[in-house]
C-alpha cells in the first residue's frame, strides 16, 4: 500500500493539496483567505494533470532532427493553458468583488457580513 | 448552409456578437440593446435550423478543423442538445425585456456590460449542449458561470456583490470538482471526446471511474442546486436583475442537469459501473428538494425569493426523474427541463414587470395589483398554475410523466412525494395569487399603476401563451425526445 502510494507520490501530492484548499475554501472567515484556498484547489488540480502526462525520461514533443521517442504528452498542458485562463479570471473578478465589498461594508470578514446583512 | 456549418454558427454568431457588443454599443451603451436583439435573432434562426434537422436526421456532428473522433474536437448535435431552442426564445425575450428594466435598474455606464454578459452567457450555455468535448464542456461551463457571478452583481448593490461572491465560491469549487473528474477520465481513456471515452471506459478500472462519477454529480449538482447544495441559488437568483433571474433560474442552473445527461450517456454507454445506487441517491435527494423548497419558498415575504426557492423544488423534480431511471422517468425530467425554463421565464419577467412598475416586491405590499396591472398578473397567474403541474398546462404533462416513471421503475412511493411536493407548491402560489387579486391593497396607489410597457408585457405574454401550449400540444416535445432517451436506456439495459 505505502509502495504504491510512494509509486504515485505526484497524485497522492495533488489530492493532499486539494484537500487543504477545500478546508481553507469552507473553515477561513476572511474572504481573500477563502480565496487563497480556492487557489490552491485549482493549483493542484493542474498539477494533477500536468503530471498524468509526464513520461520518465519523456522529450518535448517537437519533430524534427532531432527529435527522439518517447515523448511527453503535450495534450495537458495544453489544457491547462486553458485552466490557467480560466482561474486567472476567476480570480480577478473574486478580487474585485471582495474590493466593492470593502468598500461598502468596511469589512471582508465573513461573520461580521452575516451580521449586517 | 451545412449542418455542421449551423453547429459552428450557434456558438460563433453570438460570441461575436458580445464581443462587439462594446463597440457597437456606444458610449453609453446606447445601440447595445438593438445590437443585442439582432444578435440573439439570428441566432435563434440558427437553432430553428438544428432542430429542424435533428428531427429530420437524427443526431449529426461537425469536426473542427476536419480532424475526426477522436483526435479533433466534435461538435455534437442530438435531441437533448434541442435545448438551444428554448435557450435561444428566452435569451431574446430576457434582451427585449431588459429595454426598459437594465435602463431604469442600471448606472447607464454599465449598460454595454450588461448586454455583453448576458450575450456571453447565452453563448456558454448554447456552447455547453452542442459539446461534444469534455473539456470543451469544461471552457463554456466557465464561460458561462463567470458571466453569471458578474451578471448578479451588476447592480453594484451591497446585497448583490455579496451574493455574487457567495455563489462565485460555490460555483468556482463544483467547476474544480468536475475538472479533477476530467482529469481522471482523460487519465483512464487518454480521450476527451465524451462517446470516444464511453467506449474506452468500458472495462477500465473501477475505483477512478467511479470517483470521477462522484467528482461529476456533485459538480454539476451544485450547478444544479440540488439540495443540500442549494445555500448560493436564492439570494443571487432573487437579488439579480429580473431578466437576468430568468435566465439564471430557467436555464443557468439547467446547465447543471443537462451536464449529468452527457454524464449518464457516458456511463450508461460503458457499462463499467452499476449506477442503481448513484439513482437512488439522486432520487432520494429529487424527493428531498422538492419538499424542503417549498418549506422554505412558503415562508417568504419578497416575491423573487420565493420564486427561487421554488426553482429549487422544481430542480428536485428533474434530478427524481432522471434518477428513476425509467423511460417515462426520463422522458418526464428532459421535458420538465424546457417547460420548466418556460414557466420559471413567466414568472421571474412577471415578478420584474410588477417591480418596474410598483416598485415593491413584498406579497402584502403588491396586494391588489391585479386590478391595476390585470395582463401581467394574469400571465403570472397561468405561470402559478403550470408551475404547480394543473392540467392543461405545460407543467401537468411533465410531472405526470415523471409520476409514471416512479411507477415503472417500482417506486410508486416516490410518485406519492411528488403529489405531496405539489400540493406544498400549491399552497404558496395560491398565497401570491390571492394577494394579487382578492386582498384589499395596503398601498392604495398600487391601484392608480399602469400595465407594464409593451417590451415588458409582450414577453412575459409569449412565455405565458407558451405555458399553455406547452400543455395543449405537449405531445411534440414528449415524442421529438423519445428516440434519444430510448437510446440512453437501451444501453443500459443491453
Redesign the interface.
Known amino acids: 500500500m505505502i509502495v504504491h502510494l510512494w509509486q504515485n507520490i505526484d497524485y497522492v501530492a495533488s489530492v493532499v493539496l486539494?484537500c487543504i484548499g477545500?478546508y481553507c475554501?469552507i473553515t477561513k472567515n476572511n474572504?481573500i483567505k477563502?480565496?487563497i484556498g480556492?487557489n490552491i484547489?485549482?493549483t493542484s488540480?493542474f498539477a494533477?494533470?500536468v503530471a498524468?502526462g509526464v513520461v520518465d525520461g519523456g522529450d518535448a514533443p517537437i519533430m524534427g532532427a532531432g527529435a527522439r521517442a518517447p515523448f511527453t504528452n503535450p495534450?495537458?498542458q495544453a489544457?491547462i493553458l486553458?485552466?490557467i485562463v480560466?482561474a486567472v479570471?476567476?480570480t480577478a473578478?473574486?478580487l474585485s468583488?471582495?474590493i466593492?465589498?470593502y468598500q461598502?461594508?468596511g469589512t471582508i470578514e465573513a461573520d461580521e457580513?452575516r451580521e449586517m446583512? | 448552409m451545412t449542418p455542421s456549418s449551423l453547429l459552428v454558427g450557434i456558438i460563433v454568431v453570438p460570441l461575436a456578437g458580445a464581443v462587439l457588443t462594446p463597440v457597437i454599443g456606444g458610449k453609453a451603451g446606447k445601440h447595445a440593446w438593438t445590437w443585442a436583439t439582432t444578435v440573439m435573432v439570428a441566432t435563434s434562426v440558427i437553432a430553428a435550423a438544428l432542430v429542424n434537422q435533428v428531427a429530420r436526421t437524427g443526431p449529426f456532428s461537425a469536426y473542427l478543423g476536419g480532424w475526426e473522433r477522436p483526435y479533433g474536437i466534435e461538435l455534437r448535435f442530438d435531441e437533448f442538445s434541442a435545448s438551444v431552442a428554448v435557450i435561444c426564445l428566452l435569451g431574446l425575450l430576457a434582451i427585449v425585456f431588459s429595454q426598459k428594466y437594465a435602463a431604469k435598474e442600471l448606472p447607464p455606464a454599465r449598460l454595454g456590460t450588461y448586454y455583453t454578459l448576458l450575450l456571453l452567457n447565452l453563448t456558454g450555455m448554447l456552447g455547453f449542449v452542442v459539446t461534444g468535448d469534455l473539456?470543451n464542456l469544461f471552457?463554456f461551463m466557465?464561460i458561462l458561470s463567470?458571466s453569471g457571478?458578474?451578471l448578479v452583481?451588476i447592480s453594484?448593490e451591497?446585497?448583490a456583490?455579496?451574493a455574487?461572491?457567495k455563489y462565485?465560491?460555490m460555483g468556482?469549487?463544483s467547476?474544480?470538482l468536475v475538472?479533477?473528474a476530467?482529469?481522471l477520465l482523460?487519465?483512464l481513456t487518454g480521450s476527451?471526446n465524451m462517446a470516444d471515452i464511453s467506449d474506452r471506459l468500458t472495462g477500465s478500472a473501477e475505483v477512478p471511474a467511479m470517483l470521477a462519477l462522484a467528482l461529476l454529480t456533485t459538480g454539476f449538482m451544485v450547478k444544479a442546486a440540488l439540495f443540500p447544495l442549494h445555500v448560493w441559488l436564492p439570494d443571487a437568483h432573487a437579488i439579480a436583475p429580473s431578466p437576468v433571474s430568468a435566465i439564471l433560474s430557467g436555464l443557468v442552473v439547467k446547465t447543471g442537469l443537462l451536464g449529468m445527461i452527457r454524464v449518464y450517456q457516458i456511463y450508461y454507454g460503458a457499462k463499467v459501473l452499476d449506477l442503481s445506487s448513484l439513482n437512488t441517491v439522486l432520487v432520494w435527494l429529487g424527493a428531498i428538494s422538492i419538499v424542503m423548497g417549498a418549506f422554505f419558498a412558503i415562508f417568504q415575504e419578497d416575491i423573487k425569493m420565493m420564486l427561487a426557492y421554488s426553482t429549487i423544488s422544481n430542480i428536485g423534480y428533474i434530478v427524481m426523474g432522471l434518477g428513476l431511471a425509467s423511460q417515462y422517468g426520463i422522458i418526464g425530467a428532459t421535458v420538465h427541463i424546457f417547460n420548466h425554463a418556460l414557466i420559471k421565464a413567466t414568472l421571474f419577467l412577471g415578478a420584474g414587470a410588477l417591480i418596474y412598475q410598483t416598485g415593491y416586491r413584498n406579497l402584502s405590499d403588491l396586494r391588489g395589483v391585479g386590478r391595476s396591472m390585470p395582463f401581467t398578473t394574469a400571465a403570472i397567474s397561468v405561470g402559478a398554475i403550470s408551475i404547480v403541474g394543473m392540467p392543461p398546462t405545460a407543467g401537468f404533462l411533465c410531472k405526470w410523466y415523471i409520476a409514471l416513471g416512479a411507477v415503472q421503475a417500482g417506486h410508486p412511493v416516490f410518485g406519492v412525494a411528488l403529489v405531496f411536493g405539489a400540493l406544498f407548491i400549491f399552497v404558496y402560489y395560491i398565497r401570491m395569487v390571492n394577494s394579487f387579486y382578492f386582498q384589499a391593497p395596503i398601498h392604495p396607489e398600487i391601484l392608480e399603476v399602469k400595465e407594464a410597457p409593451l417590451t415588458m408585457l409582450a414577453p412575459v405574454l409569449i412565455l405565458a401563451a407558451l405555458c399553455l401550449a406547452m400543455g395543449l400540444l405537449g405531445r411534440i416535445p414528449l415524442s421529438f425526445i423519445e428516440p434519444a432517451v430510448t437510446r440512453l436506456l437501451g444501453t443500459l439495459g443491453g
Do not use: D, N, Q, W
Open positions: 486539494f477545500l475554501v474572504l477563502k480565496f480556492l484547489m485549482e488540480v494533477f494533470i498524468l495534450i495537458p489544457l486553458t485552466g480560466v479570471s476567476t473578478l473574486a468583488l471582495v466593492r465589498i461598502h461594508c457580513l446583512e | 473539456f471552457v466557465e463567470l457571478y458578474a452583481a453594484g451591497r446585497t456583490e455579496m455574487a461572491f462565485l465560491v468556482a469549487v467547476s474544480l475538472l479533477f476530467i482529469g482523460y487519465a476527451l
